[in-house]
């Protein structure tokens, strides 16, 4: 480290990235010495971001300047008692100043409504991911952080006292470098786009799932294996993900297909395989992805659905594919649509409009309404009406990765945690780290992202200062 001038270097560009940069960059202004801020990314510029170039990026706040009052207890919930408490604590605490901190940098916000659910209110940057990537890293620009793409990090540096005195680096011409530095901020994602990690943590076939997003194959987990190589301790659940169901046939962004519930799923041969009414979407996407993926012949299920569909109002906002769905005047016509055995799928569609015995009038698409099937195997537990209104639809769907819950413990500072306490210099913030349990809270990971990306950039200068003048 440059007793002069530490130098903090930060992984990755997306929200955790640049609000650790600029963050490091304001509490670092006017003090002496001066901190030198860089952040590198693997990706050329244009790609870079990650995941967040490509997220709608709905955050879970009753209104930009708070949280709703059960927003903790609903995240320890969701963990099944796993979240650390602290963390989710300083969450909820931080977050209302960060989303002021992020409107004083241009970035303005509004509350959509959340695909087709009623429930906890979300707030959106208007213009999504791209927006926050394009204000963050224009404010990074002019507060002085140098940004440097194709930088890929190889190897933490540590010294004899166990703290981390620099980062080796690779160029795109395969160079190698080690640049000293006072502290490192890994915002590096996770390892969705890393297919050796996957099968290894996620079990075989988790290789070949689809990537959400284009900007997901740079999450390769390196930045996990180079905070483990250092003695960091690995926390969440590393066999989690979340996944969504998205079009098979789409080459966007995110193609979602959230409509499901509303009618019927059916793998290749005709057959029901899930629940599609346990809950409203953003409570079974996760398992029904993961069901689509490991438990169906040739990981390809299919969304079938009625003419009633065009009757819920706003139905658009649930499908995101640029794809227009199968249609066909009859059930049989769609089979020989989609490939599907037509004898099987109009006997699954037969009993399933033979269970459909709740009064259609109870039908609400936005809560669950507890219209159930009577005697289907697998249950549908709420939207059940029957499939008798031609048009009829269908979507391919198959499960997409958009990130990983195993990781790098960290605390509520956003330092990355040894076995015996931080590890000297290093801190870590967004998918990296291992905080997320059995299912990912709804709407928090590009919140929590922002919120200890800012507090891992504070956190590293104040370090630096102190190690300056011990």
């Not at 490091?24 to 170039?53: F, K, S, V, W, Y």
């Not at 963050?136 to 540096?157: D, F, H, K, N, P």
């Not at 599609?276 to 969304?303: C, D, K, N, S």
């Not at 209104?389 to 509520?412: D, E, H, M, Q, S």
């Amino acid at each position: 480290m440059n007793a002069a001038s530490p130098t903090i270097i930060v992984v990755g560009s997306g929200a955790a990235g640049l609000a650790a940069a600029l963050a490091a960059a304001e509490t670092a202004r006017g003090q002496t010495p001066a901190c030198r801020i860089m952040l590198i990314d693997r990706a050329p510029q244009g790609q870079h971001g990650g995941n967040t170039r490509w997220s709608p990026s709905y955050m879970r706040m009753a209104a930009p300047d708070r949280v709703a009052p059960s927003f903790e207890e609903e995240l320890c919930e969701v963990s099944g008692g796993r979240a650390d408490r602290d963390y989710v604590r300083r969450l909820a605490r931080e977050a209302p100043a960060t989303i002021a901190w992020l409107m004083g940098h241009g970035i303005a916000f509004d509350t959509p409504v959340y695909y087709l659910s009623a429930g906890q209110p979300r707030i959106q940057p208007v213009g999504g991911g791209i927006a926050v990537l394009r204000e963050l890293e224009r404010a990074a620009l002019e507060a002085g952080v140098a940004i440097s793409y194709e930088r890929t990090a190889q190897r933490l540096a540590v010294g004899r006292d166990g703290a981390i005195e620099g980062l080796e680096v690779r160029h795109a011409d395969g160079t190698r470098e080690l640049v000293g530095a006072g502290a490192v901020v890994l915002a590096a994602g996770g390892f969705a786009g890393n297919p050796e990690m996957l099968a290894r943590h996620l079990g075989p076939g988790a290789e070949t799932l689809r990537l959400i997003s284009p900007g997901t194959r740079f999450n390769a987990g390196d930045g996990i294996e180079m905070a483990l190589a250092v003695g960091a301790r690995p926390a969440g659940d590393w066999s989690g993900m979340h996944a969504e169901p998205i079009d098979a046939r789409s080459k966007g962004s995110a193609p979602v297909v959230l409509v499901y519930p509303y009618g019927m799923v059916v793998d290749r041969t005709g057959r029901r395989f899930f629940d599609e009414g346990a809950g409203l979407v953003h409570e079974t996407w996760e398992r029904f992805a993961r069901a689509i993926h490991f438990a169906t012949p040739g990981g390809i299920a299919y969304a079938i659905l009625d003419a009633k569909l065009f009757d819920i109002a706003g139905y658009e906002r649930a499908v995101r594919s640029e794809v227009p769905p199968h249609t066909a005047g009859s059930i049989a016509g769609l089979a020989s649509l989609i490939g599907v055995p037509a004898d099987a799928l109009q006997r699954t569609v037969a009993d399933y409009n033979t269970a459909a015995t709740g009064d259609p009038a109870g039908f609400d698409a936005t809560r669950a309404d507890g219209l159930a099937a009577a005697g289907l195997s697998p249950p549908k537990s709420n939207w059940c009406r029957a499939l008798d209104r031609p048009p009829f639809l269908a979507y391919p769907l198959v499960g997409a990765i958009a990130y990983t819950f195993g990781g790098v413990a960290t605390n509520a500072a956003a330092e990355v945690l040894g076995r015996g306490g931080p590890i000297p210099g290093l801190f870590a913030a967004g998918e990296i780290t291992g905080h997320f349990h059995g299912t990912a809270p709804n709407a928090v990971a590009m919140l929590r992202a922002l919120v200890f990306g800012r507090i891992a950039g504070g956190g590293a200068v104040a370090y630096c200062q102190r190690r300056q003048h011990s």
